[in-house]
């Protein structure tokens, strides 16, 4: 046999049950990655492809937390997945998370066992809200990394910016610097090139707030800002970076000739469509309607050019009142040629992206009173039953659906909850669906009070998306089980392959952080999945590979391992999605022996049958 014979040239004896060498399997589930904030450059805030989370079983009976991971500081950024991620000797699906801190984690996304992060870098120490004198509390600890970070998979890297402390007198560190860092997707080391420091004219890296999550579109990163506490000097700033070189290609300013104007849009990051122009709306600030364009949705092409421009007709009145337009940012609806927005009036815009139509209320399709108050949070679903829907719950104001038709939504909520939200600021909602139907809608909030200069305890809310007034589960219904702590201000849950992640400020006005991941519960006295068959082990030039056949209910295995150095039985890897696991061969002289189970949604399994590997001790020297 082919495979005792490379066995035995590499010197080893191996002990297998008597079972046929098989090509490594993958698990038969669905595969969903969010790599950007809600889930698409046109912001839809969906996934269409949640199969395992249903109307049906989102209730507390069936559906909870499963478990926590805590971090080093608040995060404002929304967590992303990214599944069949090679490392540490297997598959595996991870969850990205970064802090204030100026930290980044990967997590296990699957498996309650892995409690300790794949990996966890820190860029330094970070400015703070005593770095100046910001003369409010919208952020009220540290502000390293705010915005969301950006993943491109294919080529296995991680966009993220972090504002850090550096330079400096005697020792003393004084300045500050922004920075693009493009970390390896399996390590999170810096790739080549990596970091990069961002600047412009007139950037001030310590007054610019890194708030828009980055997007990766035609090949280049954008990263863009806002302001803190509106501390002036500022202004808003759009970037854009090679994706493989970090090079610096493009920069535009919204106010050159003025000041202000932030792309701030409450953490969402700029919308681009299928030519790949860009979409963002703007804040307070100057206004003339030639280069200075405070609030104004813009429209760009890919190397950051003005295409196009809407303001509203009373923008002095939107800048006097503090009022910005842009608390929504730019939403794209599919297969149309129509952009929506609205900002802290709850006025919501209807634009057509092929003539925004320059100043005044006329030129849009539509514009009117969607709620009560600011508007941060824009969903869009396309359901075969109630048809074409767009979801908002603004800032002292009641859940609402608007129906599409056409090119114009209804005016009159489709339907609506029942109860307002107390202050600041209303829901970040995302919805889960099975392409047409099942549709969950999600919508994070603080669960009393108000959260502008202070953190406040939160609640997930899950609602039946063809009927919102139908609440199916919410984390404060058995908070021993299922409460998240502080609520994360202004971050939408993400919802991927039967899991919600949703992140927290952790247990503390400041300082603390956490992630919380919730799916279905095990089913009591339900039956666990069945030990796994077929295991096999192979050597060749001193890796030792691990295969075994995977079952299509698994979610993920784990690998135990003994051997004569460590007798008492070791995990060695949790949260493989595929049947494969492989690690160096054992050293001379030393013996091993490996396990599998497998981990289901109602629990583990028994270990599967055991193959050794015995590595002969080597001969003595003579005298």
Same mark, same amino acid.
Request: proline fraction near 5%; glycine fraction near 10%; charge should be negative.
């Given at each position: ?5 490379? #066995? ?119 400015? %703070? ?27 296995? +890297? ?58 990766? #579109? ?21 970037? #854009? ?229 139908? =609440? ?13 702590? =502080? ?20 247990? =503390? %006005? ?24 077929? +295991? ?13 056949? +995977?079952?299509?209910?698994?979610? %993920? ?44 949604? %109602? ?21």
């Amino acid at each position: 046999m082919r495979f005792f014979s490379n #066995a035995l040239t590499h010197g080893l004896i191996l002990v297998l049950p008597s079972l046929p060498f098989l090509a490594m399997s993958v698990l038969v589930r669905a595969q969903v990655d969010v790599l950007t904030q809600h889930n698409d450059n046109f912001r839809t805030g969906v996934n269409l492809r949640e199969t395992g989370l249903t109307p049906a079983n989102v209730n507390q009976a069936q559906f909870g937390m499963l478990f926590k991971r805590v971090v080093d500081d608040q995060v404002y950024s929304q967590p992303l997945v990214v599944t069949g991620v090679t490392v540490g000797g297997g598959t595996r699906d991870l969850v990205y998370v970064t802090t204030v801190n100026n930290s980044v984690y990967a997590f296990d996304a699957n498996d309650a066992e892995a409690s300790q992060p794949v990996w966890h870098v820190n860029f330094g120490t970070p400015a %703070n809200l005593h770095s100046t004198d910001f003369g409010c509390l919208d952020i009220n600890g540290q502000m390293g990394i705010i915005g969301t970070p950006l993943i491109d998979k294919a080529r296995g +890297v991680l966009y993220v910016v972090a504002l850090t402390r550096a330079g400096g007198i005697n020792g003393l560190r004084t300045g500050f610097m922004q920075r693009l860092h493009a970390l390896d997707l399996a390590t999170g080391a810096d790739l080549p090139d990596s970091p990069v420091t961002i600047s412009a004219p007139d950037f001030n890296a310590l007054m610019q707030n890194q708030r828009p999550a980055l997007m990766l #579109a035609n090949g280049m990163v954008y990263v863009g800002y806002a302001s803190h506490c509106d501390k002036d000097p500022y202004h808003g700033f759009l970037i #854009a970076y090679d994706a493989k070189t970090l090079a610096q290609v493009s920069v535009f300013n919204t106010s050159p000739t003025g000041s202000e104007a932030s792309i701030w849009q409450s953490g969402q990051g700029p919308s681009a469509d299928a030519e790949g122009n860009l979409y963002v709306v703007t804040g307070n600030g100057s206004w003339d309607g030639v280069s200075n364009f405070s609030e104004s949705f813009l429209k760009l092409t890919p190397r950051l050019k003005l295409l196009d421009w809407f303001t509203p007709t009373n923008h002095f009145k939107l800048d006097k009142e503090d009022a910005d337009l842009d608390s929504s940012g730019a939403t794209l609806i599919p297969g149309t040629h129509l952009v929506l927005g609205g900002g802290k009036e709850g006025v919501l815009y209807t634009l057509d992206a092929r003539n925004l139509g320059h100043l005044g209320d006329e030129h849009a399709l539509q514009h009117f009173q969607a709620t009560a108050s600011h508007l941060h949070s824009l969903v869009y679903w396309e359901s075969a039953k109630t048809g074409n829907l767009l979801y908002v719950w603004g800032q002292r104001d009641k859940a609402k659906v608007y129906k599409l038709e056409g090119e114009k939504l209804g005016q009159t909520p489709l339907m609506m909850r029942d109860v307002p939200n107390e202050g600041h600021p209303g829901a970040m909602l995302s919805l889960s669906a099975n392409g047409n139907k099942d549709g969950i809608l999600w919508a994070a909030i603080h669960a009393t009070g108000d959260s502008w200069h202070e953190s406040r305890p939160g609640v997930l809310h899950a609602y039946d998306g063809d009927d919102i007034r139908h =609440e199916l589960w919410n984390s404060l219904q058995i908070p021993t089980r299922d409460d998240c702590g =502080e609520y994360s201000k202004m971050t939408p849950p993400t919802i991927a392959n039967g899991m919600v992640y949703l992140a927290s400020f952790g247990s =503390e %006005n400041v300082g603390t952080g956490q992630i919380c991941v919730y799916g279905l519960l095990p089913v009591k006295d339900a039956i666990k999945p069945a030990a796994p068959t077929g +295991v096999r082990v192979a050597i060749l030039s001193g890796i030792l590979t691990l295969t075994w056949d +995977v079952a299509a209910s698994v979610r %993920n295995y784990r690998v135990l391992r003994t051997s004569t150095l460590e007798p008492e039985s070791n995990l060695v890897s949790v949260g493989l999605t595929t049947g494969k696991f492989t690690e160096p061969t054992p050293e001379r002289g030393e013996s091993a022996t490996y396990a599998i189970v497998a981990v289901g949604t %109602n629990g583990v399994s028994e270990r599967s049958d055991a193959v050794k590997v015995t590595s002969p001790k080597p001969k003595q020297m003579e005298d």
